[in-house]
């Protein structure tokens, strides 16, 4: 979801793109079933991906790295096939059709299970579940694991974090959400799940259990933590420094100097260094006050990867070009052209990449102020309710008076529609 949640741009027309049905399907496999191991195999392979990776301001990254993939392999005789679909889109996209679908894509860890359950995608061994492990923080290996099995190749993790105007705000002064508030805009997207949820968080609500993968446990919000985080939020919305940044206010706002700060994620790089240059700042979360005290704001995390559908024909090819895809050289690469930020431990040792701002602000997010989100269906069941129920803040419809009502209304609607 950019990670934020977004709406599939993609639908139709990325099922019916090539009209493959899988790897070395009929869009132009030469295979007749009779090659020996001596005869080259010549096949096509769809590749879906996000339409930046693939534009021409990008370096076409995706073209680029299929083909010199293609060059290492001589004992393949490869044509590539690209479709536009996100990786937020494929959860969506992939399991309508899953042997219609690209035999390589991409996808955010939170539709695993979606996948999973659809069999759109398949599980890594050997030596490629290996390289996951010995190349990634455990956090990052257990973003992709289900039930020990490993199901992609992590290429980024995937968070927000808050950049800020270093003229407006101190080292200091980002460290306390209540005391930006206190002395210049700070433009927060409350009224989407994804952010809003991390005021629960910051208060001790779980979700799905304390490893975020118990379906059957649901979301505790319950009682006094739940209602207090609530408050919490209320206040912000009243403070006449909050700006909801909803439909790009908040940077626009950075733009035209009516926002100090915003939250967002490294997606946003780009545009923010553009518009504050020298006084560019990006920190991980700060603290707020709930019920009193300072309690650290936590984002949900993961992690961006490659899969391989199951439906693909020649699974060493594919498992080969995903391995490809998310290792050390694609990633540099990604971080060069488009500044998607490495997950690799060794890239991250080194410099540039060790001493980038934007990518300490992302990496000491995900390693102090966020929780892994889960990936069971039941999360596909609360991002609604929750935009409803964060719209009602804003709205003035949730005060303090009525927010420990509220809160147990709420609880009481995301656990009912969870499938247990």
């Known amino acids: ?77 490869l044509t590539f096939e690209y479709g536009v679909c996100s990786e937020q889109d494929a959860g969506k996209t ?13 996808f955010a860890n939170d539709q695993l299970q979606t996948l999973i359950d659809a069999k759109a995608i398949a599980k890594l061994g050997g030596e490629t579940a290996d390289y996951v492990k010995s190349t990634n923080s455990q956090a990052i290996v257990d973003s992709v694991t289900v039930d020990g099995a490993v199901y992609g190749v992590p290429f980024t993790t995937n968070t927000w974090f808050m950049y800020y105007d270093k003229s ?66 209320v206040s912000m919305v009243s403070n006449p420094n909050f700006v909801n940044d909803a439909g790009g206010v908040g940077i626009a706002g950075l733009r035209d100097g009516s926002v100090a700060a915003y939250f967002s994620g490294s997606w946003d790089y780009k ?30 995390a993961g992690s961006k990867a490659v899969a391989v559908n199951p439906n693909c024909k ?61 990936t069971v269906t039941g999360m596909n069941n609360y991002w609604t309710p929750a935009q409803n129920f964060s719209k009602s803040i804003v709205n003035g419809e949730i005060t303090l008076d009525n927010a420990a009502e509220k809160t147990e209304d709420f609880y009481k609607l995301i656990n009912t529609s969870i499938v247990k």
């Open 94 to 106: 992939v399991p309508q059709d899953p042997s219609n679908s690209a035999d390589v894509y991409f």
């Open 314 to 374: 020649y699974q060493q090819i594919a498992v080969a070009l995903a391995k490809y895809l998310g290792g050390k050289e694609a990633q540099q690469s990604h971080y060069d052209l488009r500044s998607v930020i490495p997950c690799n431990t060794e890239l991250l040792a080194v410099e540039p990449v060790k001493s980038d701002v934007l990518v300490t602000a992302q990496n000491n997010t995900f390693n102090n102020t966020a929780v892994i989100q889960p």
């Open 168 to 233: 407006k705000f101190t080292d200091s002064d980002v460290k306390s959400l209540d005391t930006m508030l206190a002395k210049d805009k700070v433009a927060f997207n409350i009224t989407e799940g994804w952010y809003m949820s991390s005021f629960f968080l910051a208060n001790d609500c779980v979700y799905f259990g304390k490893d975020g993968k118990d379906n059957a446990a649901g979301i505790d919000i319950s009682g006094d933590k739940g209602t207090n985080a609530t408050k919490a939020m």
């Open 271 to 300: 545009n923010v260094k553009e518009i504050l240059g020298d006084n560019f700042g990006a920190v991980q979360l700060p603290t707020v006050k709930i019920g009193g005290t300072d309690k650290q704001l936590k984002a949900f």
């Open 1 to 77: 979801m950019k990670k934020r949640r977004m709406t599939a741009a993609f639908l139709a027309a990325a099922l019916g793109v090539t009209a493959l049905t899988g790897c070395g399907g009929t869009g132009g496999s030469t295979d007749t079933g009779k090659s020996t191991e001596a005869e080259k195999i010549s096949t096509t392979i769809t590749v879906w991906g996000c339409a930046e990776d693939q534009a021409d301001e990008n370096g076409k990254w995706l073209q680029t790295m299929c083909e010199k993939f293609n060059t290492e392999h001589p004992e393949w005789d």
